[in-house]
C-alpha cells in the first residue's frame, strides 16, 4: 500500500494488479534484447575483439548484483513506478528530483529501439537515413512508429502483457535460429587466439566495451518488472524470481551470438583487425555474405519486431516512471492521473511520447544514444542501493529480508555501478552528468515561494496518512513515506516544509558524486586526458564511491528521522 496524498493513493489503487510470473518476466526479457542483439556483438568486437565474452560475463554479474538490491526494495516496497519513488523517500526532494529528471531523459533508450529499428528499415528504404543522421523522412516515420506504440499501451495491462509474452517467444526463436544457422554455415577456428591474440586492444578494452560498445545498454532493462511491481498479484513471491530469469536468460542469449560473430566473420574482412569489421547491419549483412538470403529476411523481419518489442516495453515502463514522477511532484500532478476503466497512466503515455520525438532529434545513430542513456540508468542503480541501505539503518528499520548480505552487496552495488559510469568514458560522461545536473533547476524551480506554498499544502494532506503504524516492509504503508517522502503519523513535516540549506545537505552527496565522476573522468584514461592512470584512476572512483555511499547513508537517515517525528 501507499502512503501519501490521498491523490496519490486514489491514483495508485487504481492499477490493475494483474501481472504474474510470466508475464513479468516477458517484460523484463523484452526490455533487456532489444536492439543491442543486432547491434553490440559487432560494436564489442570492434572494442575489445575475442574478450568481449569477459565483457558479457562482467556485465551480467554487475546486473544479478544490483537486481539484488532493487529485488529487495520491490518486495519490501511494490509500487508503481518505484524506481523513481525509493531515491526520493530515503535521500529526500533534492536527490529525488536529480534521479527522476535522469530517468526522464533515459526515455530517450526508447527513442534508441526506435532508431535501430530505422536503421534496419534502411536496407529496404534508403530514403530514411542519410548517414548516420535520420531525413526528414525517416523522422517522420519514427514519429509514426512512437505514435503506434503509444497507441498499444493505451489499454489494460494484462492485455499488454499478453501481447509482449507472444513478443518474447519470437525475440528467442530468432536469435537461437541465427546462431545455428551462422555456425553451421561459417565457423572458422582459431578466432581467439588469430588476428592479436584474445585482447588484441588489451583487457582494459573489456571496460570500456562495456558501456561504449553497447553491452550495459543492452544487458541493460532488467529492472523493468520493478516498476510494474504496484500491478502485480504477489509481489514478494514473483518479483524475484521474474527479474533474475530474465537476466538469465538474456545474458546467455547475448553470449551465444557474441560467439558467433566470432566465429563466423570471413577471414578477409579481418585485415586490419576486429576494429575494421564494420556493417551497417550486423548479423543481417554477415547472413548475406554466408548466402543465407533466407535468414537475412528473417532478420531484417526481427529488426523491427525486437527492438519494436522492447520499445513497446520501454513506452509501458516509461509511462510508469513519468507516473511516478508526478506523485512525486517534480513534474506536475496532472500527469499522474489512471484511467478508471483500463487503469493505465494515460497523461504520462502522452508526455513520453513527446520526449520520446524529441530525443529522436537531436541523435543520429544507435551508438551515441545508447552510451549517454546507459550512464543515466546506472544513476538509478546507484541511488537505489543508497536507499535500500537506508531503510535498514534507520533505527528500527528493515527490509523484506528476501537477499541475505545486504549490508556488504549494497555498498559493493553502489561502487560497481559507478565504475561503469566511469567506464563509459570522457566523451560520454561529458554530456551525460552535466544533463543530470541540470536538475538543479528544476529542484530550485520548485522551490519557489508559490510552488512551496502548494507543496506544502499538498505535503500536509499526506502527513496524516504517512508512516506511523505497522511494519517496515512497506506493504502497510508504514514504512512508506509516499507523497510527503518522510511526513509521518500526526503532524509530520513535508518535504518542502523543510529549509532550503537542509534539503541541500541532504542532497549534497549526489552533487559532489556526480561532480567528482566527471573530474575523475577528464583525468583518467577512458578517453580522458590520462593525467591519472591506470589502474589507479579505477582505484580513486572506488574510494570516492565507497566513501560517497556511506556520507549519502547517514544523511538519508538523518533525513528520515527529521521529516518522521514520533507521533504524538
Keep these: 500500500m501507499v502512503a501519501g496524498a490521498p491523490g496519490v493513493q486514489a491514483q495508485e489503487r487504481r492499477l490493475r494488479r494483474d501481472l504474474g510470473f510470466w508475464g513479468l518476466t516477458g517484460i523484463g526479457f523484452s526490455n533487456i534484447v532489444g536492439s543491442g542483439?543486432?547491434?553490440?556483438?559487432?560494436?564489442?568486437?570492434?572494442?575489445a575483439g575475442p574478450a568481449s565474452l569477459l565483457s558479457w560475463v562482467g556485465a551480467g554479474l554487475l546486473c544479478g548484483l544490483v537486481a539484488l538490491v532493487m529485488i529487495e526494495l520491490g518486495a519490501s516496497r511494490p509500487e508503481g513506478g518505484g524506481t523513481v519513488r525509493w531515491p526520493l523517500y530515503a535521500s529526500g526532494r533534492l536527490v529525488g528530483t536529480l534521479i527522476g529528471w535522469s530517468v526522464l531523459l533515459s526515455v530517450g533508450g526508447t527513442a534508441a529501439e526506435i532508431s535501430a529499428i530505422m536503421q534496419y528499415a534502411a536496407h529496404y528504404l534508403p530514403g530514411i537515413y542519410n548517414g548516420h543522421t535520420l531525413t526528414f523522412a525517416g523522422l517522420a516515420l519514427a514519429v509514426g512508429l512512437s505514435v503506434l506504440l503509444t497507441a498499444g499501451n493505451w489499454f489494460a495491462v494484462r492485455l499488454f502483457a499478453r501481447l509482449n509474452n507472444l513478443v518474447s517467444v519470437f525475440k528467442i526463436a530468432v536469435p537461437v535460429?541465427?546462431?545455428?544457422?551462422?555456425?553451421?554455415?561459417?565457423?572458422?577456428?582459431?578466432?581467439?587466439?588469430?588476428?592479436?591474440?584474445?585482447?588484441?586492444?588489451?583487457?582494459?578494452?573489456?571496460?570500456?566495451a562495456l558501456a561504449g560498445g553497447g553491452i550495459v545498454y543492452s544487458v541493460n532493462g532488467f529492472q523493468a518488472p520493478l516498476d510494474f511491481s504496484g500491478e502485480t498479484r504477489n509481489p514478494r513471491r514473483t518479483l524475484p524470481a521474474a527479474v533474475l530469469t530474465g537476466i538469465g536468460l538474456a545474458v546467455l542469449m547475448y553470449l551465444v551470438l557474441q560467439v558467433a560473430f566470432l566465429f563466423t566473420v570471413p577471414?578477409?574482412?579481418?585485415?586490419?583487425?576486429?576494429?575494421?569489421?564494420?556493417?551497417?547491419?550486423?548479423?543481417?549483412?554477415?547472413?548475406?555474405?554466408?548466402?543465407?538470403?533466407?535468414?537475412?529476411s528473417l532478420l531484417y523481419a526481427d529488426a523491427v519486431v525486437s527492438p519494436g518489442g522492447s520499445a513497446y516495453v520501454g513506452v509501458a515502463l516509461d509511462a510508469r516512471h513519468t507516473y511516478a514522477l508526478a506523485k512525486n511532484g517534480t513534474i506536475p500532478r496532472y500527469f499522474m492521473k489512471v484511467d478508471r476503466r483500463f487503469g493505465v497512466p494515460r497523461r504520462a503515455l502522452a508526455v513520453n511520447l513527446a520526449v520520446i520525438v524529441v530525443f529522436l532529434l537531436p541523435f543520429g545513430g544507435w551508438q551515441d544514444i545508447v552510451s549517454v542513456m546507459g550512464d543515466m540508468y546506472l544513476l538509478i542503480y546507484a541511488a537505489s542501493a543508497v536507499a535500500v541501505a537506508v531503510f535498514r539503518a534507520e533505527p528500527g528499520g528493515r527490509t523484506a529480508g528476501w537477499v541475505p548480505g545486504l549490508q556488504w552487496i549494497a555498498p559493493l552495488s553502489f561502487v560497481v555501478a559507478s565504475e561503469f559510469v566511469y567506464w563509459s568514458g570522457w566523451q560520454d560522461l561529458r554530456l551525460a552528468l552535466p544533463l543530470v545536473l541540470g536538475g538543479l533547476l528544476i529542484f530550485l524551480a520548485m522551490r519557489r515561494p508559490g510552488a512551496e506554498a502548494a507543496g506544502g499544502a499538498g505535503a500536509g494532506r499526506g502527513a496524516g496518512t504517512g508512516a506511523g503504524s505497522g511494519g517496515s516492509d512497506g506493504t502497510a504503508g508504514s514504512d512508506d513515506t509516499g507523497d510527503s517522502e518522510g511526513a509521518a503519523g500526526s503532524g509530520g513535516i513535508g518535504p518542502r516544509h523543510r529549509s532550503l540549506a537542509a534539503e541541500l545537505r541532504t542532497g549534497a552527496w549526489l552533487v559532489t558524486y556526480l561532480v567528482a565522476l566527471t573530474v575523475l573522468s577528464g583525468l583518467g584514461t577512458f578517453e580522458g586526458t590520462g593525467l591519472l592512470p591506470?589502474?589507479?584512476?579505477?582505484?580513486?572512483?572506488?574510494?570516492?564511491?565507497?566513501?560517497?555511499?556511506?556520507?549519502a547513508v547517514r544523511s538519508g537517515v538523518r533525513h528520515l528521522s527529521a521529516t518522521r517525528p514520533a507521533a504524538g
Design 177 to 208: 535460429v541465427t546462431v545455428i544457422a551462422l555456425i553451421a554455415s561459417g565457423w572458422h577456428s582459431g578466432r581467439l587466439t588469430d588476428h592479436g591474440g584474445f585482447a588484441p586492444y588489451g583487457y582494459v578494452a573489456c571496460l570500456t
Design 37 to 47: 542483439w543486432l547491434f553490440a556483438a559487432m560494436y564489442a568486437a570492434q572494442v
Design 534 to 551: 591506470a589502474p589507479y584512476d579505477s582505484i580513486a572512483v572506488a574510494v570516492v564511491a565507497t566513501a560517497v555511499f556511506f556520507w
Design 267 to 296: 577471414e578477409h574482412l579481418l585485415g586490419h583487425g576486429w576494429q575494421g569489421v564494420s556493417f551497417d547491419s550486423p548479423f543481417g549483412q554477415l547472413a548475406l555474405i554466408l548466402n543465407l538470403h533466407w535468414l537475412s
